[in-house]
T-cell receptor
């Protein structure tokens, strides 16, 4: 079964600094990858997704991710973070024959002044 | 406004007392799903439904039931709750045109089973 691994449970960063949140997936012929964000006391919302085509995917709020097949990675990046980016970020992969998402364990991004 | 609503948002109960968490969406979505979120484990799918009267188990279905009698509603039933079901629960929905479509999540229901 396909899965994703988020190795960093917490990532502290100063405001206006760049950030990278790491996600690795188990290799497969076809893979569809997602990043979701969960702000405090809220449900999840989609940041971006990779289905096919360009390996650099741009999402909302200035985030982007790069699909790297050789390294089986889908890292999330932002060149300059803001306090409001403090949230938990989940990487996910489509599984179950395309019927469901399997999520990683999440990375807590804490942006400090 | 397009949204997924869950009720209640917070619930404290005791072991063995049956409870239902409701989920409703107003986007005419065919696909609906329930997840539980636990620290260090991320989100795990409990059950999902591809359409009315069509449901299937996710990764952690034990101790839960669901039903899909109407397109907009997908209640989660705990017949005999136990402390290990203390968790944060999310309902989600998306169009069946493709499950690659964005999933819309509800605000969550925090459950404590004593």
């Amino acid at each position: 079964a396909q899965s994703v691994t988020q190795l960093d449970s917490q990532v502290p960063v100063f405001e206006e600094a760049p950030v990278e949140l790491r996600c690795n997936y188990s290799s497969s012929v076809s893979v569809y990858l997602f990043w979701y964000v969960q702000y405090p006391n809220q449900g999840l919302q989609l940041l971006l997704k990779y289905l096919s085509g360009s390996t650099l995917v741009k999402g909302i709020n200035g985030f982007e991710a790069e699909f790297n097949k050789s390294q089986t990675s889908f890292h999330l990046r932002k060149p300059s973070v803001h306090i409001s980016d403090t949230a938990e970020y989940f990487c996910a992969v489509l599984t179950g024959g395309g019927n469901k998402l399997t999520f990683g364990t999440g990375t807590q991004l804490k942006v400090e002044l | 406004e397009a949204q997924v609503t869950q009720n209640p948002r917070y619930l404290i109960t005791v072991t063995g007392k049956k409870l239902t968490v409701t989920c409703s969406q107003n986007m005419n979505h065919e696909y609906m799903s329930w997840y539980r979120q636990d620290p260090g484990l991320g989100l795990r799918q409990i059950y999902y439904s591809m359409n009315v009267e069509v449901t299937d188990k996710g990764d952690v279905p034990e101790g839960y039931k669901v039903s899909r009698k109407e397109k907009r509603n997908f209640p989660l039933i705990l017949e005999s709750p136990s402390p290990n079901q203390t968790s944060l629960y999310f309902c989600a929905s998306s169009s069946i045109r493709s499950v690659l479509e964005t999933q819309y999540f509800g605000p969550g229901t925090r459950l404590l089973v004593l």
